[in-house]
């Protein structure tokens, strides 16, 4: 009997653990100089959830708003009071992620780097592409909170949603380097697509639900048709088998994962034929 692509019992446990994530809840906390907060709280609530925010930037002060490790931090300030908001953060590094986000002003070099204490640092200006930077930063930092960040707050969710894909392309990728054999490496990286489409569905609001069942049948459906490519390069490029599972590895995860992402931003009609479409038409 042909053994099946997608091992039953840990696609049952990748299910459970994404609805268990899906009910998560991660918030966007801000702190800083009055003005950016408020413009922050403008940005980050479109189409979401308005985050809680306070001016007081005392190590006091901060740790009354983070009441969690789930929460994300995002100090907003000037270049003349980055210091001493630097000194408040204290321990409110370990607890969360944080990032402090400078405002240089217009004509700023956009760019991220890592202060000594683990927090990042965002100089950036009031402008769409600092905003846009800040996002894509916020779903950087998030780390394993990024489906629920990205759920609550749609402003943050397609820089969430592209970084997970990526993350599971590198992972699918080290599988198809440590699998020697040739087809044994197809389950464990199903598995990691389904995982995968499973947190997609959660940081689009959708319930993980029979309806994802949908879902999985295409990634296992996508992954016969990228095996059944990389079949076909390896035969006709015999000297690039390893290099070819490599990029199948790569691109079939890519095209599975932006084909999701295409699929739950319309909304997520409940047809594996879609997923299937949508992951085809990317991939040329």
């Not at 780390?143 to 894909?165: E, F, H, N, S, T």
């Amino acid at each position: 009997m042909a053994k099946l692509p997608l091992n039953l019992s840990k696609s049952l446990k990748a299910f459970k653990e994404a609805s268990i994530g899906a009910t998560r809840s991660a918030s966007i906390v801000l702190a800083g100089d009055q003005a950016l907060v408020e413009a922050a709280k403008e940005r980050f609530a479109e189409g979401g959830l308005v985050p809680a925010s306070r001016t007081d930037t005392s190590a006091g002060g901060l740790a009354a708003v983070v009441s969690s490790p789930d929460d994300l931090l995002v100090l907003l300030t000037t270049p003349d009071k980055e210091a001493g908001i630097v000194d408040s953060l204290g321990y409110l590094v370990t607890r969360g992620s944080v990032i402090v986000a400078v405002d240089e002003g217009p004509g700023t070099r956009i760019r991220a780097t890592y202060l000594p204490n683990g927090a990042s640092r965002l100089a950036f200006s009031d402008s769409p592409a600092g905003w846009s930077r800040l996002f894509s930063l916020c779903a950087e930092a998030a780390g394993d909170k990024g489906v629920a960040l990205a759920r609550q707050y749609p402003m943050i969710r397609q820089a969430a949603a592209r970084r997970l894909v990526s993350k599971t392309a590198a992972q699918n990728v080290f599988i198809a380097l440590v699998f020697f054999i040739p087809g044994s490496d197809m389950p464990a990286m199903t598995l990691n697509q389904a995982r995968m489409v499973l947190n997609l569905a959660a940081m689009y609001g959708h319930k993980i639900d029979k309806e994802r069942a949908v879902e999985l049948a295409g990634v296992v459906v996508l992954g016969y048709g990228f095996r059944g490519i990389g079949r076909r390069l390896v035969r006709s490029l015999p000297g690039l088998a390893f290099v070819m599972r490599v990029v199948t590895a790569y691109s079939g995860t890519m095209a599975v994962g932006l084909g999701a992402i295409a699929y739950f931003e319309k909304g997520a009609p409940a047809s594996t034929s879609k997923v299937v479409a949508l992951a085809g038409s990317l991939r040329h």
